[in-house]
């Protein structure tokens, strides 16, 4: 389980926002990956969600990455606390 903390005001680059359609979210980056690539290797996975968390601008770590690519490899939840901050 990974733990990012973000401002407020980025939370439409973590979270689905439906007032911004037209922004990727990163969340719909990995239910995609979820969606086809379950049960591929997770090290062909985790290059993805690099690329999606760089996109977003959220800072994952290796280990988190690692973890989330786990699990959409297992076809398993994955469970990520968020601390929203201020601003």
Do not use: C, K, N, W
Request: no cysteine; hydrophobic share 45%; glycine share 8%.
């Amino acid at each position: 389980m990974g733990t990012l903390s973000i401002p407020a005001a980025d939370v439409h680059r973590l979270l689905d926002d439906s007032t911004r359609p037209t922004i990727g979210s990163y969340q719909r980056a990995f239910a995609d990956l979820a969606a086809t690539h379950r049960g591929r290797p997770a090290a062909d996975i985790v290059p993805l969600l690099r690329a999606a968390a760089d996109t977003a601008l959220l800072g994952f770590t290796g280990a988190d990455l690692a973890e989330q690519a786990d699990a959409i490899s297992r076809g398993t939840r994955y469970e990520l606390r968020v601390r929203v901050t201020g601003r």
